[in-house]
T-cell receptor
Framework: AQTVTQSQPEMSVQEAETVTLSCTYDTSESDYYLFWYKQPPSRQMILVIRQEAYKQQNATENRFSVNFQKAAKSFSLKISDSQLGDAAMYFCAYRRMDSNYQLIWGAGTKLIIKP | NAGVMQNPRHLVRRRGQEARLRCSPMKGHSHVYWYRQLPEEGLKFMVYLQKENIIDESGMPKERFSAEFPKEGPSILRIQQVVRGDSAAYFC?????????????FGPGTRLLVL
C-alpha cells in the first residue's frame, strides 16, 4: 500500500527567507501524481503545486517549486521569499496514475512565518 | 467561476441526531469526493460519486454513513445517529471528469462537532 510521510510536524522561517518542506512516499507504481496542498487557518484546502512522476522537470508555480527525486521517492516543496500569507498547514499527497481519486495524504507540516 | 461550495460550514449535533452535509461541485464538474480530516491528521478518503452513482465507497463506514449525488442538486453526506467520534472536518472535492490527469478542487469543509 502507498504511504506518504511528512517528517516535520512544524517548520518556521523568517519572512522573505526560503524554506523547504520534506515529503517522502512509498509506492511500487512507476507512474503517479504528487501534490502539495495548503490549508490556511480558514481551513480551506488549496492546491499549491502538482507533479507528474513521468516528468523529469520539477514543477514550479511562482514562488513555489518542488524537488522531485523519483529514485529516492522524495518530493520536497521549496517556498522562496516567504510571506506572512504563506503561514498554513502544508500537506503532501499521492495519487496513482490509473485512478483520479483516493488521494493518499501525509500528516502535514505546520509552517510558521516570523515577521 | 465559483469554487466548490459546502454548507453548513459549522454543524453542532447531539449524540444520536442526524447530520447532513452538502456539497455543490464547481460548475462543469460531475465527479465528487468526500474526505474526513481528524484533528492533527491528513485527509482520509471516504467516497467517490458521479451523478446518481456511487463509484467507490470503500473509505466510508458501512453503518450510519451514506452519500448521494442526485441528478439535480448537491451531493449529500449523511451521518445517522452521530457519536462523538464523528467530530471532524468533512471536505468535499470535485473534478471535471474521472480521467487520471484531473485535479481535485476542494471546498472549505464542514466542521462537525458532536456534543
Amino acid at each position: 500500500a502507498q504511504t506518504v510521510t511528512q517528517s516535520q510536524p512544524e517548520m518556521s522561517v523568517q519572512e522573505a527567507e526560503t524554506v523547504t518542506l520534506s515529503c517522502t512516499y512509498d509506492t511500487s507504481e512507476s507512474d503517479y501524481y504528487l501534490f502539495w496542498y495548503k490549508q490556511p487557518p480558514s481551513r480551506q484546502m488549496i492546491l499549491v503545486i502538482r507533479q507528474e512522476a513521468y516528468k523529469q522537470q520539477n514543477a514550479t508555480e511562482n514562488r513555489f517549486s518542488v524537488n522531485f527525486q523519483k529514485a529516492a521517492k522524495s518530493f520536497s516543496l521549496k517556498i522562496s521569499d516567504s510571506q506572512l500569507g504563506d503561514a498554513a498547514m502544508y500537506f503532501c499527497a499521492y495519487r496513482r496514475m490509473d485512478s483520479n481519486y483516493q488521494l493518499i495524504w501525509g500528516a502535514g507540516t505546520k509552517l510558521i512565518i516570523k515577521p | 467561476n465559483a469554487g466548490v461550495m459546502q454548507n453548513p460550514r459549522h454543524l453542532v449535533r447531539r449524540r444520536g441526531q442526524e447530520a447532513r452535509l452538502r456539497c455543490s461541485p464547481m460548475k462543469g464538474h460531475s465527479h465528487v469526493y468526500w474526505y474526513r480530516q481528524l484533528p492533527e491528521e491528513g485527509l482520509k478518503f471516504m467516497v467517490y460519486l458521479q451523478k446518481e452513482n456511487i463509484i467507490d465507497e470503500s473509505g466510508m463506514p458501512k453503518e450510519r454513513f451514506s452519500a448521494e449525488f442526485p441528478k439535480e442538486g448537491p451531493s449529500i453526506l449523511r451521518i445517522q445517529q452521530v457519536v462523538r467520534g464523528d467530530s471532524a472536518a468533512y471536505f468535499c472535492a470535485s473534478s471535471r471528469s474521472g480521467q487520471d490527469w484531473e485535479t481535485q478542487y476542494f471546498g472549505p469543509g464542514t466542521r462537525l462537532l458532536v456534543l
